[in-house]
């Protein structure tokens, strides 16, 4: 019932940019720390950048400055713009709604959307 859908990646040439979305449903959406993480071949998962259900932001410090996390709770929706991309933000980027309630946690992914930066 739980569903995270990523849309949005594509390929592009360094310099540009990108915005990823991630619509959630089958959870009350408000509630959840929203995040992006991504994949790139041979490499781990690594988060990329979180936004609090009261709005707080942080992001890894190879993105600062040029990515920015948002999300739009009436829409279910999280959003990532991507800004002077770099071959090395090439990745599967995934969308991910944390929550938890009392002893109980909740950990939800999407499938992903590839982004391609080329030089």
């Known amino acids: 019932q739980v569903q995270l859908v990523e849309s949005g990646g594509g390929l592009v040439q360094a310099g540009g940019s990108l915005r990823l979305s991630c619509a959630a449903s089958?959870?009350?959406?408000?509630?959840?720390?929203m995040a992006w993480y991504r994949q790139a071949p041979g490499k781990q998962r690594e988060l990329v950048a979180r936004i609090t259900s009261g709005g707080s932001t942080n992001y890894a410090d190879s993105v600062k400055g040029r990515f920015t996390i948002s999300r739009d709770n009436a829409k279910n929706t999280v959003y990532l713009q991507m800004n002077s991309l770099k071959p090395e933000d090439t990745a599967v980027y995934y969308c991910?709604?944390?929550?938890?309630?009392?002893?109980?946690?909740?950990?939800?992914w999407g499938q992903g959307t590839q982004v391609i930066v080329s030089s």
């Open positions: 089958g959870i009350a959406f408000s509630r959840y720390a």
């Open positions: 991910n709604a944390y929550g938890s309630r009392w002893e109980e946690e909740y950990d939800y």
